[in-house]
C-alpha cells in the first residue's frame, strides 16, 4: 500500500538568510544577537569557527562570519562534524528531514555521549531517539509493503519536530509536554499500524488475479469453548468426518471470533491473557485471525487493544538463529516503532500455525527473561511471552492443528477454543456467496447434499472453495456427465482447471512445463507425507531436486496449488493450499513413478515400497496394507485417492489424466482384484475406524455391494434376527455414519441377534456419533468398559446419555469405565449403573472420576447394587463438592440400612449440594434412618425438590420427623413418595397437614391407602 503523497514528507527547511529577518552586516569573529535563547545549536564550539559550506550556492557570509538567526536553529548544527563535511544529499526525496536532524544520517557519527553537558537538557527531550548510541538499521530487508509503512508511520516525527521548533515553541517543555506528545506518537502509529493492516488483509488469498473482498464472502465460523483434553494424533480426515455427522451439541458454549478475549456471561471475573485456538488443517483458523485483525483495523471491533501485532511462526522459523530484543522482533513484522509502544497496556500478540513451527520451544530449559530490552533466541522469547514472564500485560493468541497444540503447556492457557468449521446452513452460506449465480449455487447445492462423502468433506472451508471452483465450471459448462461422484474426480477436475490456467496465462512451454512441475510436486509431497508437514522451505525443496527459482515462478502462475509466501523477512515459504492436495499430488506420483522407467525411489521413506512393486495389483495392495499398518490413520485418504485413480473406465480419473498418465492402462480385472483384496481385509477385522476407511476406498472404486446388501437388511427390520459376518457388521457401522438422519439413540440389541463385548467393539464409532446408548442386558463385560471409556473421553463424542443396567461389571468393570469418566473432555450428564454387581470399590472409582471431573454428570443410577454404609460415605463426600453437578442420584433397592442415611442427611444439609432428587425406595431404612435423613432437610441449605421413600419400613415416628422437617425447611419439597410403608392414619393426616401450608411447595404426595392401614411384612 502507499499513503497520500506528501504524507510521510517535509517541506524544505528555508535558507538561513530568510530566517534573519535582518540586512545587516556582520564582521569577522562577530556574532549577532539573538532574541530568544538558542542554546541547542552551540553543543559544539567548534561551531564557532567555521560555518556551513553549501556547494551548489554563493555563500551568504564571509569566511569567517555568522549572520545573525532570530530564531533556534538547533537542527542543522547538532554535530561539530557538520563544520568540516558538507551535508551529502541523496539522489531521491527522502520520507523525512532526518539528515537534517541527526548526524546519524552521516557516515561516521561522533559518539556524543562523552560531551553532554546541561545543553543536553533541552536537545534530547524534543528531538528524537536517534540520538541513542545505536539507532536500529532501516535500510534492511524492507519490502515495497513494508516501505510504505515506514513512509507513513515514520513520517509523524519529523511532523512532530517541525511543530516544536517553529517560532515561538520553547525547547524546555513541561513534563505534561512530553506526555501529550508520546501520546500523539502512539495514536499516530496505531493509526498507520490499522491502515496497513486494512490494505494487507480486506482480501481473501484465493487468486491474486482475481481478488475477492473477505466481508463479500465471510462466512461466520463455528468456534466453541472447550478444555485442552487429551492430544488427538489421529489423521484429520477422521475428526472432518466425526465432526460433521454431529450436530451441535447443546453444551457446546459458542463464542463469536471478535469475542475470543471476553469472558462468557456469568464469569466477568475470568482474566483471559492466553488463548489457544484449535482447529484441523484448512478449517479457516487463519481466516478467522485474518477477520478479527481486520475488525480491529477498521475499528469495527477490540477498540480496547491498543496494538495487534501478528506474526505467523512461518516467518519467525526463518529468524531462528537470529538474537533479538522483544521490539527487534517486532520490527520485523510491523516496521520500525520508538519502544515507547511496548509501555502500552491491552496489546495483542498472534501467533498463528504453532503446527508449523520449527523451533524448539522449551519451556522447561530455556533461560526466564523479563526485560524487553535484552536480545535473546527468538524461541526464548517465544517462550517467555508465552509463559508471560516477557510483556506481562499483552494478550497472547496462538493457533494451531490439534496435533502440535500439546507442545504449549496447559498452565500457560487461559482459554482454549476450537474452530469447528460449517455447519449445514454455513455450507449453503458460502457456495451462495462464492458463485454469486443464485440458480448455479442452487446446483451445486443439490449437488453436493446428493453425495454424503462430498458433504461431510464440506465441514472444512477448504473443501468448499474446492468444490465451488470445480463444479461451478462444469455446471456452466452443462457438463452433468462429467460432474465429480467422489472425491478423488473432485481434486482430478481441479488439478486440470489449475493446468488449464497456466496454458491460459501463457506459460512457457505449459504443457510440458507444468506436468513436470506438478510430477517433482508430487514427489515432494510424498516424501514429506508421513511428516505432516504443511510448509516447506528452500533446503526442503532442494532436498527434492525442485529449483527454487522455478518453483518460484511456478506458485506464481498456479497459485491454487502451490503457493509461495515471502514475509518482511524476505524469507521464501512455499507450501500446499491443504494437506488434503498434498496427498493427492502424493498418490499421483506413486502411480506416474510406477509407470516411468528408470526412476529411482527415495531411499529415506518408509514408504518407497510403493514404488518398487512389480505389477499393478501389488501396489494397490502394498498400499492397502501400509496404510492398516497405521493406527492413526495418516495414510487413510492418500490410500483413497491412490485406489481412487486406479478406478476402471469408463468414468475414471486416469482417463481425465491421460495427459500425466499416457502410459497408464487400467483394466476391470485389476480394479476387481484390489476390490476383493479390500474386502478380505474387511473379514479379518481390523479396527472399526480403519474398516470404515475401507469402505471409502470401495466408494472411490465405484464398488457398493456390501453397502447394498446391509441396506437390505435395515430396511426389512430383520437385523436383530440376523447373526451378521464380520464385513456385513463394518457395512453396517459405515451404513449408519453416512446416513443422513441423526443418529439420536443407539439401541445395540436392536441391530444384534446376540449382543457381546466383541459386538460393541465393532459398533465404536456409531457410540461415539450418538446422544443416548442403550446397552441395558447386552451381555457386556469389563472388556466393554475399556472401549466405551474410550469413546466417552472422546473429543468427538457426542455422547451424553449412558444406560448399562443389568450387565456384570463388577467393580473392575467401574473401575475401567472411570478411566473415560475421570478425563476433562468425558462430558457424560446421565449414567445408569443399575444391577451391575457394585460395592464400595465401585463407589470408590466413581468418588475419584467425580473429584477429578466433577461439573458434567447431573444424573446417577447405582439401584440394585451394594454399595454399603462405607460406598454411602465415599458418595456422599463427592455429593458435597461445590464443583459437583450430580442433581439425580437413584439407590433403589441398594440393601441400605439405618446406618447409610447419616453421611446422606450431611450432603442434603450442604450449602455446596446439588442434590435435587433422591430415590431411597425399597431400603429397609426404617424410622431411624428416616429421622437421620430429617436432619438434612430441615436444614435452610437443603433444596430437595423430590424425596422417595415407597417401601422403607417407615412408621408413625418417621412421618412425624419428616413432618417437623419440612414445616421447618417447607420452601423447596415438590415431591414426597411414601407408599408401602405403615405410617398410620395418624401419619397421613400430618403429611397432608404439611401439604396444605401456605408456605409449604410439597405438589404431590403419593400415599397408596392401603399402606396406611396394613401391616406390611418386611
Not at 544577537?33 to 569557527?49: H, N, Q, W
Not at 510440458?512 to 533446503?539: C, P, R, V, W
Not at 441395558?776 to 466393554?784: I, Q, R, V
Not at 443389568?806 to 462430558?827: I, M
Request: proline content about 6%.
Amino acid at each position: 500500500m502507499s499513503f497520500p503523497p506528501g504524507e510521510g514528507h517535509l517541506e524544505t527547511t528555508p535558507p538561513l538568510a530568510e530566517c534573519t529577518g535582518s540586512d545587516s552586516k556582520v564582521g569577522p569573529g562577530q556574532r549577532p544577537g539573538s532574541p530568544v535563547p538558542s542554546c541547542v545549536s552551540m553543543k559544539s564550539d567548534r561551531s564557532m569557527d567555521t560555518p556551513l559550506r553549501f556547494k551548489d550556492h554563493a555563500p551568504t557570509s564571509g569566511p569567517d562570519q555568522r549572520p545573525g538567526s532570530p530564531v533556534p536553529s538547533c537542527v542543522s548544527m547538532k554535530s561539530d562534524r557538520s563544520m568540516d563535511t558538507p551535508l551529502r544529499f541523496k539522489d531521491h526525496a527522502s520520507t523525512s528531514c532526518l539528515s537534517m536532524k541527526s548526524d546519524f544520517s552521516m557516515e561516521k557519527p561522533p559518539n556524543m555521549s562523552e560531551r553532554r553537558s546541561l545543553d543536553e537538557q533541552s536537545c534530547l527531550s524534543i528531538k528524537s531517539d536517534f540520538s541513542m548510541e545505536k539507532p536500529p538499521n532501516l535500510r534492511e530487508r524492507r519490502s515495497l509493503d513494508e516501505q510504505s509503512f515506514h513512509s507513513g508511520v515514520d513520517s509523524h516525527t519529523p511532523d512532530h519536530d517541525r511543530t516544536m521548533t517553529s517560532p515561538g515553541t520553547s525547547h524546555h517543555d513541561s513534563e505534561e509536554d512530553v506526555l501529550v506528545k508520546a501520546r500523539s506518537y502512539e495514536e499516530t502509529f496505531q493509526m498507520k499500524l490499522k491502515s496497513v493492516q486494512r490494505t494487507k488483509l480486506q482480501h481473501v488469498l484465493e487468486d491474486p488475479s482475481n481478488p475477492v473482498l473477505l466481508s463479500e464472502i465471510y462466512t461466520e465460523l463455528y468456534i466453541t469453548e472447550g478444555d485442552a483434553g487429551e492430544i488427538n494424533d489421529e489423521h484429520e480426515i477422521r475428526e472432518i468426518e466425526a465432526a460433521s455427522r454431529g450436530n451441535l451439541v447443546a453444551d457446546d458454549t459458542p463464542i463469536k471470533c471478535s469475542e475470543i478475549f471476553k469472558p462468557l456471561p456469568g464469569r466477568q471475573c475470568q482474566s483471559i491473557r492466553t488463548v489457544l485456538t484449535k482447529g484441523i488443517a484448512g478449517i479457516g483458523k487463519t481466516v478467522c485471525v485474518q477477520k478479527f485483525v481486520l475488525d480491529w483495523a477498521e475499528e469495527t471491533a477490540n477498540q480496547d487493544i491498543r496494538y495487534v501485532f501478528p506474526l505467523s511462526f512461518r516467518e519467525l522459523n526463518l529468524l531462528k538463529t537470529e538474537r533479538l530484543s522483544l521490539a527487534e522482533l517486532l520490527r520485523h513484522f510491523v516496521g520500525d516503532f520508538k519502544e515507547q509502544v511496548l509501555d502500552q497496556s491491552r496489546q495483542l500478540l498472534i501467533f498463528d500455525g504453532l503446527d508449523e513451527c520449527r523451533l524448539p520451544l522449551d519451556f522447561e530449559k530455556n533461560e526466564k527473561l523479563c526485560k524487553p530490552a535484552m536480545a535473546a533466541s527468538v524461541d526464548v522469547l517465544l517462550t517467555n511471552l508465552i509463559q508471560g514472564n516477557l510483556f506481562p500485560s499483552a494478550l497472547i493468541w496462538i493457533t494451531s492443528r490439534p496435533a502440535a497444540a500439546g507442545r504449549i503447556p496447559p498452565g500457560c492457557v487461559d482459554r482454549v477454543t476450537a474452530v469447528r468449521g460449517f455447519g449445514d446452513p454455513q455450507k449453503d452460506e458460502y457456495f451462495r456467496k462464492r458463485i454469486g449465480n443464485p440458480d448455479l449455487a442452487e446446483k451445486v447445492i443439490t449437488h453436493v447434499l446428493s453425495l454424503r462423502s462430498l458433504h461431510i468433506m464440506c465441514h472444512i472451508p477448504v473443501f468448499c472453495w474446492i468444490s465451488a471452483t470445480v463444479l461451478q465450471r462444469l455446471l456452466e459448462e452443462a457438463d452433468d456427465c462429467a460432474v465429480p461422484k467422489n472425491l478423488t474426480q473432485m481434486y482430478t477436475h481441479f488439478l486440470i482447471i489449475q493446468t488449464d490456467v497456466v496454458k491460459a496465462k501463457k506459460y512457457t512451454e505449459a504443457t510440458d512445463t507444468s506436468h513436470k512441475m506438478i510430477f517433482k510436486l508430487g514427489k515432494l509431497a510424498f516424501q514429506q507425507l508421513e511428516k505432516g508437514n504443511l510448509i516447506f522451505y528452500e533446503e526442503d525443496l532442494r532436498e527434492c531436486g525442485i529449483d527454487v527459482t522455478e518453483a518460484s515462478v511456478y506458485s506464481g502462475v498456479c497459485t491454487q496449488i502451490f503457493r509461495e509466501e515471502s514475509g518482511l523477512y524476505q524469507g521464501r515459504v512455499f507450501c500446499f493450499v491443504h494437506l488434503s492436495i498434498q496427498e493427492f499430488l502424493a498418490a499421483l506420483y506413486v502411480l506416474v513413478n510406477f509407470h516411468s522407467e528408470g526412476s529411482e525411489p527415495p531411499q529415506s521413506s518408509s514408504l518407497a515400497g510403493l514404488l518398487t512393486a512389480p505389477t499393478l495389483s501389488d501396489l494397490q495392495q502394498t498400499a492397502v496394507d501400509k496404510a492398516l499398518q497405521q493406527p492413526n490413520g495418516n495414510l487413510d485418504l492418500f490410500l483413497r485417492f491412490l485406489l481412487g485413480l486406479c478406478s476402471s473406465p469408463p468414468q475414471s480419473d486416469q482417463t481425465l489424466l491421460q495427459s500425466f498418465l499416457p502410459h497408464v492402462r487400467i483394466t476391470s480385472t485389476s480394479a476387481t482384484g484390489v476390490v476383493d483384496y479390500i474386502k478380505t481385509r474387511i473379514m479379518i477385522n481390523p479396527s472399526p475406524e480403519q474398516s470404515i476407511n475401507l469402505f471409502h476406498c470401495l466408494n472411490e472404486l465405484d464398488d457398493h455391494s456390501l453397502v447394498e446388501q446391509i441396506q437390505a437388511y435395515v430396511s426389512s427390520r430383520r437385523l436383530s434376527k440376523v447373526t451378521l459376518t464380520p464385513e456385513l457388521r463394518s457395512a453396517l457401522v459405515f451404513v449408519l455414519l453416512m446416513s443422513k438422519s441423526s443418529l439420536d439413540v443407539f439401541d445395540l440389541g436392536k441391530y444384534c441377534a446376540r449382543p457381546s463385548d466383541k459386538s460393541l467393539f465393532q459398533m465404536r464409532p456409531v457410540l461415539r456419533e450418538c446422544r443416548r446408548a442403550e446397552l441395558a442386558s447386552c451381555n457386556l463385560t469389563e472388556m466393554s468398559c475399556e472401549t466405551l471409556a474410550t469413546v466417552i473421553c472422546s473429543q468427538t463424542s457426542h455422547l451424553r446419555e449412558l444406560d448399562l443396567s443389568d450387565n456384570d461389571l463388577q467393580d473392575l468393570g467401574v473401575a475401567s469405565l472411570c478411566q473415560g469418566l475421570e478425563k476433562p473432555s468425558c462430558k457424560l450428564e446421565k449414567l445408569c449403573l443399575s444391577k451391575c454387581g457394585i460395592r464400595a470399590r465401585g463407589c470408590e472409582s466413581l468418588m475419584m472420576a467425580l473429584i477429578q471431573n466433577p461439573t458434567h454428570l447431573t444424573e446417577l443410577d447405582l439401584s440394585h447394587n451394594e454399595p454399603g454404609p462405607e460406598g454411602m460415605t465415599l458418595l456422599s463426600e463427592v455429593l458435597r463438592d461445590p464443583q459437583c453437578r450430580v442433581d439425580k442420584l437413584k439407590l433403589i433397592n441398594c440393601n441400605l440400612k439405618d446406618r447409610s442415611c447419616k453421611p446422606l442427611a450431611m450432603a442434603l444439609g450442604s450449602k455446596t449440594s446439588s442434590l435435587r432428587l433422591l430415590d431411597l425406595s425399597n431400603n429397609f431404612i426404617a424410622d431411624s434412618g428416616v429421622i437421620q435423613l430429617s436432619h438434612g432437610l430441615r436444614n435452610i441449605n437443603c433444596k430437595l425438590t423430590s424425596l422417595r421413600l415407597s417401601k422403607c419400613g417407615v412408621r408413625g415416628e418417621g412421618c412425624h420427623a419428616l413432618a417437623s422437617a419440612l414445616g421447618s425447611n417447607p420452601y423447596h419439597l415438590r415431591e414426597l413418595f411414601i407408599s408401602y410403608n405403615k405410617i398410620g392414619f395418624l401419619g397421613a393426616q400430618q403429611l397432608e397437614a404439611v401439604k396444605w401450608n401456605s408456605q409449604s411447595k410439597l405438589e404431590k404426595l403419593m400415599l397408596v391407602l392401603h399402606s396406611i392401614y396394613v401391616e406390611n411384612t418386611y
